[in-house]
């Protein structure tokens, strides 16, 4: 499951731009692996909040 998580945190952050700017800021801090890891916790967040709580995902504005 890490996996598919990791690789749908690399689309995220084409897709969402909040998560990109999340993605940048870490980059300068971490090194590679460890700032998607960071985003991929950030997506699971969003992916737990959309199912507890029904609602569609929207994406999010900086």
């Known amino acids: 499951m890490r996996k598919v998580l990791i690789e749908s945190s690399w689309v995220a952050i084409r897709k969402d731009p909040a998560l990109l700017l999340d993605y940048?800021?870490?980059?300068?801090?971490?090194?590679?692996a460890k700032s998607i890891i960071k985003i991929s916790r950030k997506l699971l967040n969003r992916i737990r909040?959309?199912?507890m709580n029904e609602k569609e995902y929207q994406l999010q504005t900086t």
Request: aromatic share 24%; no cysteine; net charge positive.
């Open 24 to 32: 940048k800021r870490y980059t300068r801090s971490y090194p590679g």
């Open 49 to 51: 909040y959309v199912l």
